[in-house]
């Protein structure tokens, strides 16, 4: 049996991997063919202002250099072949190397999402574990998750810009700030707006799961006995229950950080933000394959890796839990936790 585990694990493995592989080639011959159907032409759009006044035979000449002539299967096929010998290609509005792009912009992004996610955690636990600990609170964090679920992003961005930013005037209205290196608190109050946007969302999901799981727990019968001998909710939650409780969290937690790089080509957009997702927007507009494809394939790999992360220590946690329940089989029944105030 022990011999079979590394086995399962392995061809586990191996299938996840060929699931993505397989999901990454479909996504960017998709998102490809459905570039190629939009209307306009690559080498104009582009060229940006200069568009509208090239000639013919410059048009003719960007579209040879850029390989546009092709077929979009050749293209395709094209860039498929550089990707896998790590060449990403060259941008046609940038006029510069995708990946030398792509590190440029990642900066600000990465630091968006950063604090997005400890917004998110941070409000999202505190609310659930409230919820769970007070039972007058939890009416109100039910109904608090339910409101910001049902109101999108950029209506949450524009509120905050129209009365933060622009009627009292305590946060900027646009723009990442300075680099981390000319000004921690520039950049923080630049991004203070756009991560409480981004994150928002995340926060109720993770407040409503952390509500849920931790609920619960906390109706096993050794919980409301404990309850019952009066040891403090509180107390029976955060040593007793969250162990438990925590693998749903830290799963929804990860998928809801996975999925910030998409929520972030709408904040980014709205805020003005030079990151990745304002570069994916602008990108899309003006038809700049290479770059689309590249942030496309880069979203999928970190979907993946977060996702991945995630079912493993969700993996871990369900085998340590079999663990403990081997352990404690030849225990007298009714034995349980020593509860104490």
């Known amino acids: 049996m022990a011999r079979r585990r590394p086995a399962r694990t392995v061809r586990a493995a191996l ?72 060449d990403l290609g060259v941008s046609i509005q940038y006029r510069m190397p995708v990946s030398q792009l792509l590190l440029e912009r990642a900066g600000v992004t990465a630091q968006l999402a950063v604090l997005a996610t400890v917004f998110a955690v941070a409000v999202g636990l505190a609310a659930g574990f409230a919820a769970v600990r007070f039972r007058r609170a939890d009416k109100a964090v039910v109904a608090g998750t339910a409101l910001v679920s049902a109101v999108p992003s950029y209506a949450v961005g524009t509120l905050l810009v129209a009365v933060l930013a622009v009627q009292l005037g305590w946060f900027p209205s646009y723009g990442g700030g300075a680099g981390l290196g000319d000004g921690v608190w520039s950049r ?18 993770i407040a409503r799961i952390t509500r849920a799981s931790l609920a619960s727990e906390l109706a096993r019968p050794h919980a409301r006995l404990a309850e019952a001998r009066g040891v403090d909710r509180g107390r029976i939650v955060v040593r007793h229950l969250l162990p438990g409780g925590w693998p749903p969290i830290a799963m929804i937690t990860g998928l809801e950080i996975a999925g910030f790089l998409g929520g972030a080509a709408i904040v980014e957009s709205l805020f003005a933000i030079p990151g990745l997702g304002m570069l994916l927007v602008d990108s899309v507009q003006t038809k700049d394959f290479a770059v689309v494809q590249a942030l496309i394939l880069i979203s999928l790999i970190g979907y993946a890796l977060v996702t991945t992360a995630v079912d493993l220590a969700g993996l871990a946690a369900r085998r340590r839990a079999g663990l403990q329940s081997a352990a404690g089989a030849g225990a007298a029944e009714g034995s349980g936790p020593v509860w104490t105030r």
Do not use: K, Y
């Not at 699931?19 to 690559?42: I, M």
């Not at 003719?60 to 050749?74: I, K, N, P, Y």
């Not at 923080?188 to 999901?205: C, E, I, K, M, Q």
């Open 15 to 86: 299938l996840r991997f060929g699931g993505l592989v397989l999901t990454a080639l479909l996504a960017s011959l998709f998102v490809f063919l459905l570039l190629d159907s939009t209307p306009g032409n690559a080498a104009v759009l582009g060229s940006g202002g200069e568009g509208s006044s090239l000639r013919p035979d410059a048009i003719a000449a960007r579209e040879r250099q850029f390989g546009l002539t092709h077929s979009v299967w050749v293209r395709f096929a094209l860039w498929l072949a550089g990707v896998a010998h790590g």
């Open 188 to 205: 923080l109050h630049h991004l203070f707006l756009p991560a409480f946007t981004l994150g928002l969302g995340g926060s109720a999901v």
